[in-house]
């Protein structure tokens, strides 16, 4: 059984920083590309960040220069370094990772920007 476990968030005023992490534990044989969404009441989840286990990264056009995704192999885990947090950035972060050919998500973890 795989599991993905996040932390990291919070409450955090605009302007501010904060870093997500996600463990993975496990029969992990193959990993692939890890990466994280965001989800706010009534709206669909969306991608914010992910990387492919070479290290190539890709970005929502709405974190581009904020947000960093980078990845532990070793570790099979994955960070996403938030900076200049804004309000609109407040959701449910979640990480997903392909291993072993099928798509895990975590649980989740609230992140907060006030104003």
């Known amino acids: 059984q795989v599991q993905l476990v996040e932390s990291g968030g919070g409450l955090v005023q605009a302007g501010g920083s904060l870093r997500l992490s996600c463990a993975a534990s496990g029969s992990i044989f193959s990993i692939n590309t890890m990466g994280w969404y965001r989800q706010t009441p009534g709206k669909q989840r969306e991608l914010v960040a992910d990387?492919?286990?070479?290290?190539?990264?890709n970005y929502a056009d709405s974190v581009k220069g904020r947000f960093t995704i980078s990845r532990d192999n070793a570790k099979i885990t994955v960070y996403l370094q938030m900076n200049s947090l804004k309000p609109e950035d407040t959701a449910v972060y979640y990480c997903?990772?392909?291993?072993?050919?099928?798509?895990?998500w975590g649980q989740g973890t609230q992140v907060t920007v006030s104003s």
């Open positions: 990387i492919t286990s070479i290290g190539r990264t």
């Open positions: 997903n990772a392909h291993f072993n050919g099928r798509l895990y």
